[in-house]
């Protein structure tokens, strides 16, 4: 399936989930240009699996509407017609099967002729990574593996659309990598949504991003204007070890100053949020010399998606959602 | 049916491969073999037990007392395997989150629960079918020869009640997410069967009333009224699976 140049693969429409009195998802407008890679992000709870359920039809909607490349979801007809490939946070499969006999009934649902089907599978499984146990037991691969194996699944057929939650949640660093540059590429020929909590991966990979809380869209965009619009200036400071009292001193001034607007302290490391870099650059040196305060490191920092996120849901993305 | 034979596909082979056709096989053949052997030498087991210290007489058996045995036990072991077989047939996949795998592709959800039922049917047909044949056998060994179209009649309607067993369990299956609800509803629907079909008016109709036309059938007697029972048994497990699929459509998983 074409689509024109700079329309939507993905669009939401107030799109909305409640169970009982809890709003999971809270009129959700959003657009996924074809061909993105989307970064859907948010801390825990966010609504992210929800509205992944919903383009899905693994969930109703209690209200608003969505498409998958023009086609309406709800009833399903996205996925009948082979529009989407989807990775489950928590990916299962049929324990009883082997890797290659899975890709293989996906690879027959899709109608695949029996050449194609054999070529695709030994490219899916060689993408992922899984070529050495494609005859295993899916019983027993490990954790990682099975997330190897849900990504395969879902892009054997060269969808237009890929849901992908959480899709590198079980990978060691190195699978983490590996995965990360495979959806980066896959970005060229699909439109990828891309649900997360870990915000570098994020920034390894996609071009938009979203983010939710609570249920609701807090922003959308592209990643480089966020960045711009939102990210503050951050100085990272690292005093010398044993001035602790005046280190607690500063720390009290600066958090009364006008131009800082975040104070992080971790370990031995003080990140501060400024709402002008150069104002700041100035009054924050003339601050430590005023506390006697001894700096190993004081550097300018570029913002990052972190410090975006921060700023906008008031905490870190993998910390648990407070209750509303 | 979007899917329906790849879909039937999986399902024969997770038969295979868990083994539970297997296990269906050797448990039906042994019964189906059993039956005529148990009505052939009861008596004369009964005679043995009871010793020089009682009189008993029993008439002599009958093909047709191999016939009963034969429905008596493939029926009570086929309730059984029919209930086991169809308990977690839907409910463990929405469960295990594999049904949520699956319904991302192209499958309709009416293609995903039929190729379930089916599946549960070939398993009982085989199960069924081997039973017959080793029961046809050895009633013709220890008795005599009995019509096979008429044998085969009375397996068909075997079959019949066992998979309107299976689909009410189906049913509790598509429900729920427990395997162990669906096997409760399944139970109870044989009880209140069991029940019901000691009513005159409605026991034929029910799916253990279709043994009695069967074992006419198999010693080539009439059968009495029996395409009535039999369609109302087929026409119950379609308006079951209707139900399942009405239930099924719009779950979430």
Known sequence: MSSPPGAAAIVCRALTKRYGSVVALDRLDLEVPVGSVFGFLGPNGAGKTTTMRLLTSLAQASGGEATLAGVPVGDGEPNRRGLLGYLDQDPRFHTWMTARELLDLVGRLYRMTDADRRARIDEALETVGLTDAARRPI????????????????????????????????????????????????GGTSTVLFSTHILTDVERVCDRIAILDHGRLVTTGPMTELLERYARPIYRLEPEDGQSDAVARMLDALRAAPFVTHVEETAAVLRIAVSDAEDAGRQLLAMVAAHGVGLLVLERQRPTLEDVFLQLVGRRAHEPQAAA | MIGLGSMLRKELLEQWRTRRILVVAVVFSALGIGSPLLARYTPELVKVLAGDQFQIVLPPPTAADAVSQFLKNVGQAGVLSAILLAMGSVAVEKERGTA????????????????????????????????????????????????????????????????????????????????????AIGIGAMIVLAVVSALPAIGPFTPGGLNAPGAALAVGKEPGAVIGPLLVNLAGVSAIFAVAWLAFRRQEL
Do not use: H
């Open chain 1, 139 to 186: 019983g027993g691969l490990s954790g990682g593996m099975r997330q190897r194996l849900g990504v395969a699944q879902a892009i054997l057929n060269r969808p237009p659309i890929l849901l992908l939650d959480e899709p590198v949640s079980s990978l060691d660093p190195e699978g983490r990598v590996d995965m990360l540059a495979v959806i980066r590429r896959l």
């Open chain 2, 100 to 183: 949520a795998l699956l319904l991302t592709k192209p499958v309709s959800r009416g293609a995903f629960l039929l190729a379930k039922l089916l599946a549960i049917g070939t398993t009982l047909l085989v199960g069924v079918l081997l039973a017959a044949i080793g029961g046809f056998y050895y009633t013709a060994i220890l008795f005599e020869a009995l019509p096979p179209l008429g044998w085969a009649a009375m397996a068909g309607l075997l079959l019949l009640g066992l998979v309107a067993y299976a689909s009410l369990t189906f049913l509790g299956s598509a429900l729920t997410r427990s395997s162990l609800a669906a096997a």
